[in-house]
């Protein structure tokens, strides 16, 4: 079946560790996107790629990075600098950017800190 | 960056009866959707709506995209356990979705 899988579910990070959640589609869309949700936020944008390397920042990506070096892979990596990175992360991917296409979403990784 | 006001926060209603919520922004957007999100899962899209003054159903489901382009609601008729859930709007002007902080809805049986 086609869709979005995230690895892994639950991720926990020492302080000053860099981590990375893996996202990966086979539905073949050109854009994907990562945004953090944290209880009564909503979600909010850290990153967001329309096309294979290359991507924009959202409006939270500091303290995180990403890369697109495969259509079908955005992975993010969780740096030392974000000061508070216990969230449920979400990725989601779209078919064709910015022509208002509905984006569908994994099922999340949480990441706590130790 | 921008915001959505999506009302009512949370929602306690008893099995069977309607619900209303809404969405509202100061931009006009071109696309309005409606997800829904369980617990631990990623949010499910419920209905698109892509023209201002468009009425879609899926189901027991309705939503709206308002005239004005600043406002969507969403009505969810008799309502059963398994409405149970967070549901989102979420806008978009041709950019990333900007999304509301959600609507908690609680069903007693």
């Known amino acids: 079946d086609g869709g979005i899988t995230q690895s892994p579910k639950y991720l926990f990070r020492k302080e000053g560790q860099n981590v990375t959640l893996s996202c990966e589609q086979n539905?073949?869309?050109?854009?994907m996107y990562w945004y953090r949700q944290d209880p009564g936020q909503g979600l909010r944008l850290i990153y967001y790629?329309?096309?294979?390397?290359?991507?924009q920042k959202g409006d939270i990506a500091e303290g995180y990075s990403v890369s697109r070096e495969k259509k079908e892979s955005f992975p993010l990596t969780v740096t030392s600098a974000q000061k508070n990175p216990t969230a449920f992360y979400l990725c989601?991917?779209?078919?064709?950017?910015?022509?208002?296409?509905?984006?569908?979403f994994g099922d999340g990784t949480r990441l706590s800190i130790l | 960056g921008q915001q959505l006001n999506q009302s009512p926060q949370s929602m306690f209603i008893q099995e069977g009866e309607d619900v209303s919520m809404n969405c509202t922004s100061s931009?006009?957007?071109?696309?309005w959707l409606w997800y829904k999100q369980d617990p631990g899962e990623g949010p499910v899209l419920l209905i698109a709506?892509?023209?201002?003054?468009e009425l879609t159903s899926n189901g027991r489901l309705t939503a709206q995209f308002g005239i004005t382009r600043k406002d969507s609601f969403l009505n969810i008729s008799a309502s059963i356990p398994s409405d149970v859930g967070i549901y989102f709007c979420?806008?978009?002007?041709?950019?990333?979705?900007?999304f509301g902080k959600g609507t908690r809805l609680s069903v007693i049986a």
């Open positions: 989601a991917s779209s078919s064709i950017p910015g022509v208002n296409q509905p984006q569908h």
């Open positions: 539905l073949n869309h050109d854009a």
């Open positions: 790629s329309q096309i294979v390397n290359d991507f």
């Open positions: 931009s006009i957007f071109n696309t």
């Open positions: 709506l892509y023209k201002a003054g």
């Open positions: 979420a806008g978009s002007q041709g950019t990333p979705l900007v």
